[in-house]
């Protein structure tokens, strides 16, 4: 049992449900935000706040976004010939750090995985279609993470787009199976995105 204040314990706890930080880190955490400025608090807890409020998704991509569409399918100087179609926005934003895409993305918002009991109509994929036979988009690029889910998601919406007039192309190796894209360095995920292949 440990003497910290009720406030700062229940600070602590629910800090450590947060992915990635431990006990350690929410406590140093939490030992920070004791000390740091109000106005940097209250600012942060504003933030928190607003999130479910103010956040959205892109009604066209599903990439989270505060206007009535994202600022990727609101930018005219992109391709809309092309999509990327990932699993989540943090892939979204590994993809676009990567900078080597300059056409639009598709957020499947997960991927298939049967034994968890998502299947396509737990995925944005029914949207996905709506996007390919809706807009003139020319080729696909599928990034989905070289997981077994991924691979299987791919092979997926590559039979869903096989009678459809789209070029399909699947992200290079270079990532390794049982990688993910959020977590791939830059370099390679440009050379991924560059040596895409007809899929
Ligand atoms: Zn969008």
Redesign the pocket.
Known sequence: MNAYPPILNNLIRRLSRLPGLGEKSATRIAMYLLKAPVEETGELAENILQLRDKIRT?P??F?F?DES??A??GDPSRNTGEVCVVESTADLLAVEQSGAFRGRYHVLQGVLAPLDGIGPEQIRIKEFLARIDSEKITEVIIATNPSSEGEATAHYLLQLLKNRPVRVTRIASGIPMGGDLKYTDRITLERALRGRQAF
């Open positions: 892109c066209i991509c990439h976004t569409v994202c990727i399918c």
